[in-house]
């Protein structure tokens, strides 16, 4: 790696806080602490999150779910599924763990097919009408669990990551719209670590991970679409030697989806 691979690799790293050492034990500690401190100087009366079933949602649901019960509040978990959810066991999993104070179902379809349809027209880009109504899943998604949590006055988690944030790899005003990111900084590997130190379901910790929007493609490997291995980009995270390809990659997504982790530009 030369110094220059070497100093961007670090500059990347430190603008996604990720930091050099890490043990699940305290982190998960200082997480739950956060939610619970964050939730205490805001008045509002609990969290709310979407659950999918997924590793992400499963680990970031305890973690809030633990600072309401520490707080006091209310901790409400939503399923968001688009009409039948395949892998509907591995959420009700998940929902068993998080041991939320409520849970709120929303079907989506409805919603989602309304302004697909009234967005599509024949000379539009025809063909990326799947990629888009995705994109609209996931917006619709974070459309309702605002709506709980203006009805509940709560704050809405979300759950990206370092993993996650470094590819781009989120709809933007979709899952990368909240208040709080209990698990910002970490890499996918990490994050598996506190959902060990949680003791979540195995199946759920070790489950592969999907965003699973599009119709075309479903339950897509978020690896097969980025193009490399969680544990490439992992490795680039905590400042690692990588192939030359996944470098490449990582960064090439890195820098064209900077719009998604800024605030809207002005003049």
């Given amino acids: 790696?030369?110094?220059?691979?070497?100093a961007g690799q670090a500059s990347i790293r430190a603008?996604?806080?990720?930091?050099?050492?890490?043990?699940?034990?305290?982190?998960?500690?200082?997480?739950?602490q956060f939610l619970a401190e964050y939730l205490q100087g805001s008045g509002a009366s609990g969290y709310v999150l979407g659950i999918s079933g997924g590793l992400d949602s499963t680990v970031a649901g305890r973690l809030a779910s633990l600072a309401c019960q520490r707080t006091g509040t209310t901790f409400t978990a939503m399923r968001l599924p688009y009409g039948q959810q395949s892998d509907e066991s591995d959420a009700t999993d998940a929902l068993a763990f998080i041991e939320p104070s409520a849970t709120v179902t929303v079907d989506i379809k409805a919603a989602v097919d309304a302004l697909h349809d009234a967005t599509t027209t024949d000379d539009l880009a025809p063909d990326r009408s799947d990629f888009v109504k995705g994109n609209i899943k996931?917006?619709?998604r974070m459309v309702a669990q605002y709506a709980i949590a203006g009805r509940t006055g709560s704050l809405v988690v979300g759950t990206d990551h370092a993993a996650e944030a470094v590819m781009g790899f989120f709809t933007k005003y979709g899952d990368g719209a909240c208040d709080v990111t209990?698990?910002?900084?970490?890499?996918?590997?990490?994050?598996r670590d506190i959902g060990r130190q949680l003791q979540?379901?195995?199946h759920l910790v070790e489950k592969v991970p999907t965003a699973d929007l599009e119709e075309l493609r479903p339950a897509l490997p978020d690896e097969e679409a980025y193009g490399v291995t969680y544990q490439e980009i992992d490795a680039f995270?905590?400042?690692?030697?990588?192939?030359?390809?996944?470098?490449e990659v990582?960064?090439?997504?890195?820098?064209?989806?900077?719009?998604?982790?800024r605030l809207p530009s002005g003049p």
């Fill in 237 to 247: 995270l905590t400042g690692d030697d990588v192939s030359v390809r996944a470098r």
């Fill in 182 to 191: 209990p698990l910002a900084g970490l890499t996918k590997g990490r994050v």
């Fill in 1 to 6: 790696m030369s110094a220059d691979q070497a």
């Fill in 138 to 140: 996931a917006r619709q």
């Fill in 200 to 202: 979540a379901p195995r």
């Fill in 15 to 32: 603008a996604l806080g990720v930091v050099d050492v890490f043990e699940a034990a305290d982190e998960t500690e200082r997480r739950i």
């Fill in 250 to 261: 990582i960064e090439k997504a890195y820098h064209q989806t900077a719009h998604k982790r």
